[in-house]
Nanobody, 125 residues
Framework: QVQLVESGGNLVQPGGSLRLSCAAS????????VAWYRQVAGKQRDRLAS?????SYDVHYNVKYRFQISRADNKVYLDLNNLNLEDTAIYYC?????????????????????WGQGTQVTVSS
């Protein structure tokens, strides 16, 4: 069982930046494909970015030029830049066992079975 823990959410002004972190409790996150999602109240949960254990990644075109995913030291990070009011949401970390690069890209929009509890990002002036 993989237990994911997100951190880094905060209140930030428009145009600001944040770094979100995802860590695994009781497991080694390095063996998993990891993705970041976000959800606004009353709306579906949307994928933002995904990364393989080796560091290959995919960032959704909607946030491609503002968000960046990376991983190091058994954590996965999501850097949020130039934030705007519409980025206010709960951000979730998601993981699945890695099945290789081809499977990663074939299933990049499919969430894995493991979710964290989320971290709140609020963009407000």
């Amino acid at each position: 069982q993989v237990q994911l823990v997100e951190s880094g959410g905060n209140l930030v002004q428009p145009g600001g930046s944040l770094r979100l972190s995802c860590a695994a409790s009781g497991s080694i996150l390095n063996n998993y494909d990891v993705a970041w999602y976000r959800q606004v109240a009353g709306k579906q949960r949307d994928r933002l970015a995904s990364i393989t254990p080796a560091g290959s990644y995919d960032v959704h075109y909607n946030v491609k030029y503002r968000f960046q995913i990376s991983r190091a030291d058994n954590k996965v990070y999501l850097d949020l830049n130039n934030l705007n009011l519409e980025d206010t949401a709960i951000y979730y970390c998601n993981a699945r066992e890695s099945r290789g690069l081809e499977a990663f890209f074939e299933n990049v929009e499919v969430p894995g079975p493991y979710w964290g509890q989320g971290t709140q990002v609020t963009v407000s002036s």
